[in-house]
């Protein structure tokens, strides 16, 4: 359970530094996502039921996109590059022509949606990434006791060097070029993760993901 995760990390002074930091940086500047936002991957996706997990880096940090899922953004702004880019690998994939950029209902199914950092500065990407990184090492350390199948799939080398914590002999990996416009030319296209994770999952007999 992921409370239980909470109450150890709790009890650590990186913990307590950490929020002190948080707190202070929402109560003086503009940040993203919205405060109680902020842990919703964790509210939303619960440990037992993880059967996927997308590592991503930092919440958007312009106004009204960050959600607190990695990747998700809300349906009445205009959809991300790097999301508008998922959806079409989803399209090529599965067939799935996706319009809802709110990715709640992947969560709801087991996809945890983590980003490295789960707090940034407005106009200012990776501000609060160093001082995050620790507790989201962490969850993902957590998540390796999970002897349920889960699925990693790590987009691009900032996800990927995150590739040493999973050693889980039940999990598996999926990687490739992030989807960014930057990314998604360079092996994201065609990497096909979505039925990749259900055949996984399909294989061991885990109900599928409706992506």
């Known amino acids: 359970m992921w409370s239980e995760f909470f ?25 993203y996502p919205p405060y109680n936002d902020m842990f919703k991957a964790y509210h939303l996706t619960e440990y037992e039921n993880v059967k996927c997990v997308i590592i991503g880096q930092d919440p958007y940090h312009t106004k009204g996109y960050a959600n ?3 990747f998700s953004v809300p349906n009445d702004v205009k959809i991300s590059p790097s999301l508008a880019n998922i ?25 945890f949606l983590l980003n490295a950092g789960l707090s940034v500065v407005e106009g200012n990407p990776s501000s609060h990434i160093k001082y995050w990184e620790e507790f989201t090492n962490k969850t993902i350390e957590y998540l390796e006791k999970n002897n349920n199948v889960i699925v990693y799939i790590l987009w691009g080398n900032y996800a990927r060097s995150k590739k040493s914590l999973i050693t889980n ?11 960014s416009p ?20 399909k294989e061991n007999n885990i109900e599928e993901i409706k992506w």
């Open 87 to 111: 959806f079409k690998e989803l399209e090529s994939d599965l067939g799935i022509k996706r319009t809802n950029t709110d990715l709640s209902d992947w969560a709801k199914q087991g996809v």
């Open 182 to 201: 930057l990314g998604a030319f360079k092996g994201f296209f065609g990497s096909k993760p979505f039925s990749k994770v259900n055949k996984i999952l």
């Open 7 to 31: 109450n150890e990390i709790k009890q650590t002074e990186y913990y307590n530094n950490l929020k002190h930091f948080i707190n202070n940086e929402y109560n003086n500047k503009v940040c």
């Open 68 to 70: 607190g899922l990695a």
């Open 169 to 179: 002999k039940n999990h598996y990996v999926i990687e490739s070029a992030h989807p």
